[in-house]
Structures are given as C-alpha cells and as structure tokens.
C-alpha cells in the first residue's frame, strides 16, 4: 500500500465535485468511524466535511504541465467555464449509488455506480482540455475517499475483511456540479469557484 506524503500539504488542482448531502455523509461518516475502531494507526481519516465525489478535473493535482496550474488557469478558465455551462444546463439532476467500499493501494473508497451523466460530463472535459493542447483521460471509477495511508498497515487482511463487510447502499442526489480549487491535499480545504445547477435551461 503506497503511504501518503502528500497529506495535508498545499497542492493545487482545478476539479469538479459533487458533494453528498448531509445523510449521506453521516451514512460515510459512520463506515468511517467503524473502520477507525480498527485502531489502525496507519489510517488517515478525510475530514467529513472535505467528502465528496471528483467528477473530473481540468488540471489534475498530480499532472505537472510545461507552464504553472494558475498561469494554464487565467489562460484557459474562461473557455472552459464556458463550455461546461453549456453542458450543465442540457443534462438533468441524477442521483449517485454507493454500493461497497473497496481498499485500493492509494486509499479505502466508497464505490459509486457511474451514472451516463457523469460519463457524458467527463467526455465533455476531455473535449476541452484537448483543444487546448493537454492529453490525459478523466478518472475512470465514482468514488469517495474515506481514507488514505500514512504508512504500512499493521494489519492489512483485519482492513480488508471489515470493509468486506461494510456493504452500503448510500445515494444522494446530484443537482449541481462545483468547480473547486484544491490547495490542500487531499481536498481538505478548498476554494469554490464557481456553482453549476444542472438542467438551468428549463429551471
């Protein structure tokens, strides 16, 4: 499992959120208190308040590019935002599943099911960061990071067997996406750019 060095250092990324509601966090909250009775020291808990869902990024937090993330930023925001506005308003508010947790090398996650409207929205942010000169894909899985790992676990099968048993069937509705500045890893604190409601042409 690969520890996390990065921990709340400053960082700096452009991403798309979603945040859950407050009973879905509470429902995440809980499955984080379960495991962290584990005592496993080797958990770095996400502040509740910091969950959330990346929909995609247009400058990922661990992408280096040829000129600084701020100076792409000024360049490029007002194009994107553009783009995406015309998006958002043509694709309708949905609702996200979680479904299992899952230990990953990174990090312990909650599993979504990926909905057509998040694949229809990462496409769109594939299309824009492509004409202006930048390659990479959008994440490929729904998810929220529950944890990350400060070091080697002491016991990684006692981890794996309790979020084994730790189905969910937690969902919260999505009706606006967030453009988010993320300056302390990993979305501990964030700057709020901008609010996108979904389906504002017919609201």
Known sequence: MIDERSWNR???????????????????SSVQDRLARLGEEGLLRCPPGSLHVSVGSFLFVREDYAEAKETLWVRHASRWLEGLTHLLTRVQPFTLTYR?????????????????EIEVIRQALTTLRSASGMDGSQPTIVHTTLFRFAAAL????????????????????????VVAREVLYPSIVTDDLARFPLNAATA
């Open 154 to 177: 002491r016991d990684p099968p006692a981890l794996l067997n309790a979020t084994q048993s730790s189905l969910l069937d937690a969902c919260f509705p999505v009706r606006e996406i």
């Open 10 to 28: 400053p960082c700096l990324a452009y991403n798309l959120h979603a945040r859950p509601d407050d009973g879905c966090r509470n429902r995440l």
């Open 100 to 116: 299992q947790v899952v230990v990953t090398d990174a990090a312990v996650i909650a599993l979504a099911e990926c909905p057509k």
